[in-house]
C-alpha cells in the first residue's frame, strides 16, 4: 500500500486533548492536500477524532477551523493551483473558505472508539497511562480487520512494551511531537526493534511532509525528551529542597526558578516548565520510566504532596498556563504554594530577600528572548561561563551545578544508547525545549 | 491654460502599515473618516477655514470593499460643517483615483465653476489581511482575468512584466537596479516623519533588496522589497485660481502653478502590446510635458508611481531618461536619487513612503509642492535653476489609467 492509500481512513485517539488536536490538524490537512491531487480526485479520506468529551470535541472544531483558515492564508499561490479547475472560485477568499470547508469535512468527531475499527491508520494521543494505551490498542486491533498502523505520541513508554503487550506484531512505532504539535519542528521517533519497516518509512515520509525535524531516539522509558526533562526536574527539585535547610520552601523553589530560568537562559524555569507540562503527567511519566532504570530513583514525594492537595498546573484551553505549583498572571510567576500553611505566597514578599541572597546577574546576562534568535550565541555563552566561574555568589554556583547536571544527564542518555550522539540530545533540547544551550557543551 | 491654476497648503497624514512603530496588528486603528477628517482640516486651518472652500472632491479607490463605505463625497461636512451644502464628489480611477482627484479640481477651477477646490485622496487598506487586500485591489484589472490571475494579482502582473525584462535585457543588472530603487526609497522615506519606512533600522538595503524571489510563497520575479507598501492614510492640497489664492490669503510663493496636465487610459480588457514598456504612462507624461511647454530636460524633480520597482524602472524609461532596455543604468548610475540628476520620489514613494491608493496621486502633489517651496524639511532637495519643473505620474491599474502634472514655482 503506498502512501497516499493509507491516508484514506486514518483515526486519531484522544483528538480533543492539547496534544491530539494538534495532531489531528496537521493530519487532517495533509490528508485534504492529498485529496486535492488529481489523481485523487473521486476519493473520500476521512479522519475519526474520537475523543471522550463532547465538549472537547465541540472546542476541537473551533481549534481546526480558525487554524486552517491561517494555513490556507499562508499558502494561497499553491490552493490557487489546486482549484484552478474551479469557476466558481474566483477571488483568494472564496478559495479559501472552499479549503477550510474541505478540511473539516474530511473531520469526523466522534466520541466512539468503534469509528477506529476501519481505519488504517490510528495516531494514539491519550494519557500517558501504559495500562489504558494497551487497552485501546488492544480493543481496537481484535475488531479491526484491517491490520492498521498504529503512532503513538507517548512521550515515556517503550514502544516494544506497548507492542508486546497489545499483541501489535510491529505494527506500531512512536512519532512523539513535541507541544504544540503544529508549531513545534521537533519529532522523535521510536522504532521498536519489532517495528515493521514500512511503517517506519511511512512515518518518515509523513514527518518529512509536515516539515519536521527527525531526531531518532532508541526505545528506552522516557527517551531523549524526558529522559533529560524529568532527570533534570528532579535536580531542581532536589535543589530546592537542598536549599529548603535555610530558607522556606517557597522561597527556595522560587530561587531554583529563576536560577534555571535567568542564569541558564532557557524560556522558563524549571518549576514553570513542571507546571506548564502538569504534575500529574511528571508523575505518569516518572512512574513509567522508573521500573526501567536501576539504580535510579525517578521519582518526587515532593509532587506527590503538592498533588494531595490538588495543586495540578497545566494549561487553559487558549495555552495560558493554569496555577501550579507557581501562581501565574500573564504567564509570569507571582507567587508560589506553600505546602505548609496551605496558601500561595507573593513573590513580592520575599523577592528582595532572595535576590540578595543569590547575589547579582552575571553582568553579560541578557535575556532569553535576545539570545534565542542571537547569531552570537557562542560569544554570549563564552564571556557567561567564565563571569560564572569566577563569580562566588550563590546564583554562580547553583547554575554552575545545574548546568554540568544537566550534561551529566545528557551524557549518560548517549551512554546508554539511548542518544546516538551528543548532538541528539542538544537537537531536541534546542528544538523541543526551546533551550539556548545543548546540554552537552564545552562550557561547563 | 487660460487661467492660471495653484496648488498649496498641502498636507499628509503619516502612511500606517507594517513598518510604523504605531502599527499593531490586531489592535483597533482609525477608520476611513479619521483620515479624512485629519487631512481635510488642516488644509482648511492653513486657507482660511471652510468659507473659502467652493467644492471638494475626494479621490478613492475601494473604500467600498475596504471599508465597507461608499459615497465618500458626503464625508466632506465631516471634515467640517462649514462644507456642508457645498459640492463634493467622490471620484475612481484605481490608484490614479487621486490624480484623477487633482484633474477634477483642475478642471472645477478651469472651468469657473470654483476658484477654491479641496483636492483629497484617502485609502485605508489594513483593515483586510494583504492575502484577501490582493482579491479587492484585483479589480483596479479586468475582473474577467481574476481567475487565471496570480494570488497577488498585482505583484502577479508587474512580476510578469519584471520576466520579460529579465529576458530581453539582462536579469541580474535589472535586479541590482530594482535593490538600488529600494534604498533609494527607504533612505529617502527616513528624511520623512510621515513615511511609512521613516522607522526602517535595516542595514545593508541593497543587500537585502537582492534576496531571490520565491514564486512558491509569492510571485516568480519579484520580492516584497520590490513592492509598495499596503497603507492607510490620506493627503489633501487646495487647488486654486489667482482669484484664489488671494481670497486664501496665500502668496504666489508658497504655491505651486500647474503649467499642464496629461490624463490618458488604456483598454483595461487588454494585455500589455510589450510588457517591456508603459505606453500609456509615456503617453500622459508627454501630454503634460507638451502643455506645458518643456522638454523632460527642465524637470528637477519627479515623483513615480513605484508600485513596484519594475515599474519605477520602465517609467523612469517611459519620461525618456533612458533609452528602452537602459533604466536600470540610469537608475544604478545614481540619476535619481536625491543627489542625482533628477531625484526621484523624494520622501521614498509607493515603496518607502507608502501606498494608499487612492491617496497617492495627492500625495505626489503635496511632496512636489514641499519642494518646489522649500517645506520638504529634512528630505529638502536641491532644486537647481535649470530644472525648475516638477513632475508626477500617477497609474491606476497595470497602465490603465494614467494621470501626469507638471508643476512650478513662480518666483
Not at chain 2, 508587474?158 to 541580474?172: I, K, T
Not at chain 2, 507624461?285 to 522638454?295: C, V
Request: charged content about 25%; overall charge negative.
Amino acid at each position: 500500500m503506498d502512501y497516499d492509500n493509507k491516508w484514506e481512513r486514518v483515526a486519531v485517539l484522544g483528538a480533543a486533548g492539547k496534544m491530539g488536536s494538534g495532531i489531528l490538524l496537521l493530519t487532517s490537512v495533509e490528508m485534504a492536500d492529498l485529496s486535492l491531487k488529481p489523481e485523487n480526485r473521486g476519493r473520500t479520506f476521512a479522519i475519526q477524532a474520537i475523543d471522550v468529551s463532547v465538549e472537547g470535541l465541540s472546542g476541537l472544531m473551533k481549534y481546526l477551523r480558525a487554524q486552517v483558515l491561517r494555513i490556507a492564508e499562508k499558502k494561497m499561490v499553491w490552493l490557487r493551483l489546486m482549484y484552478a479547475d474551479r469557476a466558481d472560485l474566483v477571488d483568494n477568499g472564496q478559495i479559501i473558505q472552499q479549503y477550510v470547508f474541505d478540511v473539516l469535512n474530511i473531520v469526523r468527531p466522534t466520541i466512539r472508539i468503534e469509528a477506529a475499527y476501519d481505519c488504517h491508520l490510528i495516531f494514539e494521543a491519550i494519557k500517558e497511562d501504559p495500562d489504558l494505551k494497551k487497552m485501546i490498542f488492544r480493543k481496537i486491533d481484535g475488531a479491526n480487520p484491517h491490520k492498521p498502523w498504529y503512532l503513538t505520541n507517548t512521550s515515556s513508554i517503550p514502544i516494544s512494551e506497548l507492542d508486546r503487550d497489545a499483541g501489535l506484531d510491529g505494527r506500531i512505532i512512536g512519532f512523539h511531537f513535541y507541544n504544540p504539535p503544529a508549531v513545534q519542528k521537533l519529532v522523535e521517533l521510536i522504532r521498536a526493534e519489532s517495528t515493521v519497516p514500512s511503517l517506519e518509512a511511512f512515518a518518515l515520509e509523513y514527518a518529512e511532509r509536515l516539515g519536521k525535524l527527525v531526531v531518532r531516539s532508541n526505545d528506552k522509558a522516557g527517551f531523549i525528551g524526558n529522559g533529560h526533562f524529568m532527570r533534570d526536574a528532579l535536580h531542581g527539585i532536589s535543589e530546592a529542597e537542598r536549599l529548603a535547610a535555610e530558607v522556606p520552601l517557597y522561597e527556595a523553589i522560587w530561587m531554583i526558578n529563576k536560577v534555571s530560568q535567568d542564569y541558564l537562559v532557557r524560556p522558563m524555569g524549571i518549576f514553570q516548565l513542571i507546571d506548564y507540562v502538569g504534575l500529574d503527567i511528571m508523575t505518569y511519566i516518572m512512574d513509567v520510566m522508573n521500573p526501567h532504570f536501576r539504580g535510579e530513583e525517578i521519582h518526587s514525594p515532593m509532587l506527590m504532596g503538592y498533588l494531595e492537595l490538588g495543586i495540578r498546573g497545566g494549561q487553559h484551553s487558549d495555552g495560558s498556563q493554569k496555577d501550579g505549583i507557581l501562581r501565574y498572571d500573564k504567564g509570569r510567576p507571582v507567587g508560589v504554594f506553600d505546602l505548609a500553611s496551605e496558601q500561595y505566597i507573593a513573590v513580592e514578599h520575599f523577592r528582595e530577600s532572595c535576590e540578595a541572597r543569590l547575589g547579582p546577574l552575571p553582568q553579560s546576562f541578557q535575556p532569553w528572548k535576545q539570545v534565542v534568535g542571537s547569531k552570537m550565541k557562542e560569544k554570549f555563552f563564552t564571556s557567561l561561563f567564565q563571569e560564572l566561574k569566577t563569580m562566588d555568589t550563590a546564583g554562580a554556583r547553583l547554575a554552575l551545578n545545574y548546568a554540568c547536571r544537566s550534561k551529566e544527564i545528557g551524557q549518560q542518555l548517549v551512554a546508554n544508547g539511548i542518544a546516538r550522539s551528543d548532538e541528539d540530545v542538544n537537537t531536541v533540547l534546542l528544538t523541543g525545549f526551546f533551550h539556548t544551550l545543548g546540554p552537552i557543551n564545552n562550557y561547563v | 491654460m487660460e487661467k492660471k491654476i495653484y496648488m498649496t497648503a498641502g498636507y499628509n497624514t503619516i502612511s500606517l502599515g507594517t513598518g510604523r512603530k504605531e502599527f499593531i496588528p490586531g489592535k483597533p486603528r482609525p477608520g476611513i473618516e479619521h483620515y479624512i477628517k485629519e487631512a481635510g482640516s488642516q488644509v482648511l486651518s492653513k486657507i482660511g477655514g471652510p468659507d473659502a472652500v467652493d467644492e471638494t472632491v475626494i479621490g478613492n479607490f475601494m473604500a467600498c470593499r475596504f471599508n465597507s463605505q461608499a459615497h465618500l463625497g458626503a464625508f466632506a461636512p465631516y471634515i467640517d460643517e462649514g462644507l456642508s451644502g457645498k459640492p463634493s464628489t467622490r471620484v475612481e480611477g484605481a490608484c490614479a483615483s487621486g490624480g484623477l482627484a487633482l484633474l477634477t479640481g483642475i478642471k472645477a477651477v478651469l472651468s469657473g465653476s470654483a476658484e477654491v477646490v479641496l483636492a483629497l485622496g484617502v485609502e485605508v487598506q489594513n483593515s483586510v489581511k494583504a492575502i484577501y487586500g490582493a482579491d479587492i485591489l484585483a479589480a483596479a484589472g479586468w475582473a474577467a482575468d481574476r481567475k487565471a490571475g496570480h494570488a497577488f494579482f498585482f505583484p502577479g502582473q508587474f512580476s510578469d512584466r519584471a520576466g520579460v525584462y529579465f529576458e530581453r535585457f539582462g536579469r541580474e543588472r535589472t535586479r541590482k537596479s530594482f535593490a538600488r530603487w529600494y534604498r533609494n526609497a527607504i533612505e529617502n522615506a527616513k528624511l520623512c516623519e510621515t513615511a511609512q519606512e521613516f522607522h526602517n533600522t535595516l542595514a545593508d538595503l541593497e543587500n537585502l533588496a537582492m534576496t531571490e524571489p520565491n514564486g512558491k510563497t509569492f510571485v516568480d520575479h519579484l520580492n516584497i522589497f520590490d513592492c509598495s507598501k499596503v497603507s492607510d492614510g490620506a493627503s489633501a492640497i487646495a487647488i486654486v485660481s489667482r482669484e484664489g489664492l488671494h481670497r486664501i490669503g496665500i502668496p504666489v510663493e508658497e504655491a505651486v502653478e500647474i503649467t499642464g496636465f496629461g490624463h490618458a487610459v488604456n483598454n483595461i480588457t487588454l494585455k500589455p502590446a510589450d510588457p517591456t514598456e508603459l505606453s500609456t504612462a509615456r503617453l500622459a507624461a508627454e501630454k503634460a510635458l507638451k502643455m506645458a511647454g518643456i522638454s523632460i530636460g527642465q524637470v528637477g524633480t519627479v515623483e513615480m508611481h513605484d508600485c513596484f520597482t519594475i515599474a519605477g524602472i520602465l517609467g523612469v524609461e517611459a519620461l525618456g531618461l533612458a533609452k528602452k532596455g537602459e533604466g536600470p543604468d540610469y537608475v544604478l548610475a545614481g540619476e535619481t536619487s536625491r543627489t542625482g540628476e533628477v531625484p526621484f520620489n523624494t520622501t521614498g514613494g509607493l515603496i518607502g513612503w507608502g501606498h494608499p491608493t487612492g491617496a497617492t496621486g495627492v500625495h505626489m502633489a503635496v511632496t512636489i509642492w514641499e519642494q518646489l517651496t522649500g517645506k520638504a524639511g529634512d528630505a529638502q532637495i536641491n532644486i537647481r535653476p535649470a530644472r525648475p519643473f516638477g513632475l508626477s505620474l500617477n497609474m491606476g491599474g497595470d497602465d490603465k489609467t494614467l494621470v501626469s502634472l507638471v508643476y512650478k514655482h513662480e518666483e
